[in-house]
């Protein structure tokens, strides 16, 4: 607990962290995803262009043809005979869970037929010596990732815990040891050594890490195997015993050598010992020093050694490679107006190079060492983003880029106990990810922590015979107390003392003041308007200046818009020549975006009812919503039992969303309401390889594609269901604890088909698992709506 300047206490309090919420209060932007190039990779598909695979022919029962895939989304492939060459024209997307694909001669294997398609059969007169041909040299899909756990998996979803990988030694880089992995946060790994079984010497690793290779790999390029140096005490025996035994465990189920298919290449160097260089500190990465090679051990790797020139130093060592993150050349610091760390040991307080090099009889490494040092991948300074912290790798925290210099940026890591300085990454960094990372995996983030003031009571005394209220600092303009706003000045509170004194002499009640406006919640909210936010909005607003009061008003409707940037237009067109106005500026922020537009508002009393009206009919919610009328239990419009598409109806306007099939209901608005008949069900669930129309089955081609086992086939179009029909499908999912949000907000069909990711995650407040999960099931809906009735 700490005081403001105010005096007012103020306590940092825990908060749940939403990052679509911080970024949308505090106008900020996020990295982009594409920075990341290394998260980008990892939700790659394990499956290859130009892989080859035996897939079933279409139009031939029980026979297969081998495949090349063009290309991959996700779990679907676009694959294409062999036979084809260039021609598109029968290129077919499947799905890799459903669809029937096996490796390249399973069909040998399974004595099963193998012949091509019949539209490419008079092609070639020997289809055999084709395949032999085709097949000399490609690469087949593996078996493992067609078949089995492992079926469809992404490249990164193919590392599970246990498995074995070899790492190379953090300072022999012709040195390896096998480690097992103990977790795997979206590819980033937690390592432990093969026979050392103590958390205090686990790694953290990004799976793509050139440090990582399969089991087997230093064998078979001649390279040391050998135990982590000064770790533990055990004897060679039992290294050797604990390695002998893991690898063994291993071999029975061997980590795919998919995984490491988009490990970069090591590029050569043209390091020579005795260079001089900068580099961002290796122990402390918050500051850039000069460093020199020590030595080069062949033509990828080579050894920096942190400058040091006093005489005890000990040797602050690093094995690099030509693309090692944080090198950089003599004077870079220097032109780009960054701190240089002066040498420990020099003695000079003005570090400069030429006479650094003179003094140590060494040559700066020539920039052709360093041909990418500008880039920056599109990081700019005040994006945010999510980090490594380089004290604790177990941790990563709520980040924003400080500072961007070529290809380092400046990191502030936010919510720490103890605040560091701002670290120094490298634009290729696997340390850094975009915002949202941590939640889509699972993992702890450490975040910002929400500081609240609570004001301290001043009381005003006043004299007895003025009879004036006693007042707090927290009075405010609402009429419920959840919602004040604590005064912010001394001349606030004054004000708050003058106002009283005016309403207590009867100086406020003229024509340009009004009574309370009132909030009813119970009412219809329209279109624009979410009705959760508005449930949440005070009761009442006022009494004051009718224009502050309006305009009090209207910021919260605006705030409680699905797309407050909408909202603010359409209040732009409330507007009558006759009406006695002032212009007011009206604010929305939406998305990290800012909006602003200006809006003639009433300033007497006398038209004050007449304004709400038209803004709740251009805003196609209930009469009633806000204005000088109260209402108890039942509004005098009857919108209680209206859903959003009814009541736009009833009320002759135009729905304000735009309505998917709209103008193929326009004959049907015309038409006498009938009497509702038994409602039957209105979504059947399609088993795999089985078409369903109404209540009848028929079996479906084999090889269908963009097969999905748990497509739809409607019965009634979802534009006519209403809200029971809705909460009934939502509650038919795996989502069926979400059913009461829909009914709380009155979604139907129409309603329910314009939801996207977006939109759900901001009007339900849900994280963004569950969010991905509800839209799963729209998206049913959507598709089924598009081959059933949109034409």
């Given at each position: ?20 919420e ?6 900020a ?18 499956f290859?262009p130009?892989?080859?695979l ?7 029962l ?21 036979g084809?060459?260039?021609?598109r ?22 004595n ?37 756990p ?8 193919l ?7 070899e ?36 790694m ?27 770790e ?14 893991a ?19 090591l ?25 020199s ?42 032109k ?24 140590t ?13 500008s ?6 300074k ?13 941790e ?8 961007v ?6 990191l ?22 975009p ?31 003025k ?14 107390a ?15 003392i003058a106002?009283?004194?005016m309403?207590c002499?009867?100086?406020?009640n ?15 909210s ?14 009442a607003v ?13 910021t ?18 409330v ?7 002032q ?32 803004v ?13 009328t109260i ?17 736009t ?50 079996e ?8 999905e086992e ?13 809200v029971?029909?809705?909460?009934d499908f939502?509650t ?5 604890s979400?059913a ?41 809906v ?10």
């Open positions: 607990t700490f005081v403001d300047i105010n005096g007012m206490d103020c306590v940092e309090e825990e908060v749940d962290f939403n990052w679509e911080y970024l949308e209060e505090t106008g932007t996020a990295a982009p995803h594409t920075s990341f190039r290394h998260v980008e990779l990892s939700l790659q598909s394990s290859q130009g892989m080859k035996e897939v079933a022919n279409k139009g031939s029980d026979t297969y043809w081998v495949a090349t895939i063009i290309t991959t989304c996700g779990q679907l492939l676009l694959l294409r005979y062999c084809y060459g260039d021609d024209k029968a290129d077919f997307w499947c799905d890799v869970m459903t669809a029937e694909l096996h490796p390249v001669g399973w069909c040998a294997q399974n099963k037929t193998l012949q091509p398609p019949e539209a490419i059969k008079e092609k070639n007169s020997d289809w055999t010596e084709f395949l032999i041909k085709e097949l000399t040299g490609s690469r087949t899909a593996p078996a493992n990732l067609l078949e089995g492992l079926r469809g998996k992404n490249t990164v979803d590392i599970v815990v246990g498995c074995i990988l790492v190379r030694d953090a300072f022999e880089p012709n040195v390896y040891w096998a480690a097992r992995v103990q977790s795997n946060i979206g590819g980033r790994l937690c390592l432990s050594y093969v026979g050392l079984n103590d958390p205090a010497y686990d953290w690793m990004f799976y793509l890490d050139t440090r990582l290779r399969p089991l087997g790999w230093a064998k078979e390029n001649y390279l040391s195997i050998k135990p982590p140096t000064g533990s005490m055990k004897l060679s025996s039992e290294w050797t015993e604990a390695l002998d035994e690898t063994a465990k291993a071999l029975k189920s061997p980590l795919p050598l998919e995984v490491f298919k988009d490990h970069a290449d590029h050569t160097h043209s390091y020579r010992p005795g260079m001089k260089l900068e580099m961002v500190s290796p122990k402390e990465p918050f500051h850039i020093c000069p460093v090679v020590t030595k080069v051990y062949n033509e990828y790797y080579f050894q920096i050694t942190v400058d040091d020139l006093t005489a005890e130093a000990t040797p602050t060592c690093v094995v690099c490679h030509a693309d090692s993150p944080g090198i950089l050349p003599v004077q870079w610091c220097l780009n107006g960054v701190g240089l760390e002066r040498p420990q040991g020099f003695e000079s307080q003005d570090f400069d190079w030429a006479d650094y090099l003179k003094h009889g060494t040559e700066a490494a020539p920039d052709v060492c360093f041909p990418n040092a880039q920056s991948r599109g990081f700019c005040d994006m945010w983003l999510e980090a490594v912290n380089p004290l604790q790798p177990s990563l925290c709520v980040a924003r880029i400080t500072q210099k070529g290809r380092l940026l400046w502030r890591l936010e919510g720490l106990t103890k605040p560091l300085p701002d670290c120094i990454v490298d634009v290729e960094s696997m340390n850094i990810f915002v949202g990372w941590c939640e889509a995996n699972g993992y702890p983030l450490t975040h910002l922590q929400k500081t609240v003031c609570l004001p301290q009571k001043k009381i005003a005394v006043v004299q007895p015979e009879h004036l209220p006693i007042i707090s600092s927290e009075l405010c303009i609402y009429s419920n959840n919602s004040c706003q604590p005064l912010s000045s001394e001349l606030d509170f004054m004000l708050i106002i009283a004194c309403c002499l009867g100086l406020v003229g024509k340009y003041c009004c009574s309370q406006l009132f909030i009813n919640h119970r009412c219809f329209g279109p624009y308007l979410n009705k959760g936010r508005i449930a949440e909005l005070p009761k006022g009494p004051g200046k009718c224009a502050v009061v309006l305009k009090e008003i209207l919260m409707l605006i705030n409680s818009a699905y797309k407050p940037g909408r909202v603010l237009r359409e209040l732009q067109m507007e009558d020549p006759q009406w006695n106005c212009e007011e500026t009206l604010k929305a922020k939406y998305k990290g975006k800012s909006y602003r537009s200006n809006m003639r508002i009433v300033r007497t009393a006398d038209q004050v009812s007449e304004f709400c009206r038209r709740c009919e251009r805003l196609q919610c209930c009469l009633n919503l806000f204005g000088p209402v108890s239990d039942k509004c005098p419009e009857n919108c209680f039992s209206q859903t959003k598409t009814k009541y109806y009833y009320k002759k306007r135009k729905v304000g969303r735009p309505s998917l099939g709209e103008n193929a209901q326009d004959g049907d608005m015309t038409k006498p309401a009938r009497r509702r008949k038994k409602r039957k069900a209105i979504f059947v669930q399609k088993k795999r390889r089985t078409s369903i129309v109404g209540y009848q089955a028929t479906s081609p084999q090889n269908e594609s963009f097969e748990d497509r739809l086939v409607l019965e009634r179009n979802p534009l006519e269901w209403s029971s029909d809705v909460v939502i038919s999912t795996d989502c069926a979400l009461k949000i829909f009914q709380e907000q009155d979604i139907d069909g129409q309603a329910l088909l314009l939801l996207t990711l977006p939109t759900v995650q901001e009007c339900m407040d849900l994280k963004l698992g569950p969010a991905i999960k509800l839209c799963h099931q729209i998206e049913r959507k598709v089924a709506f598009y081959s059933q009735f949109a034409n």
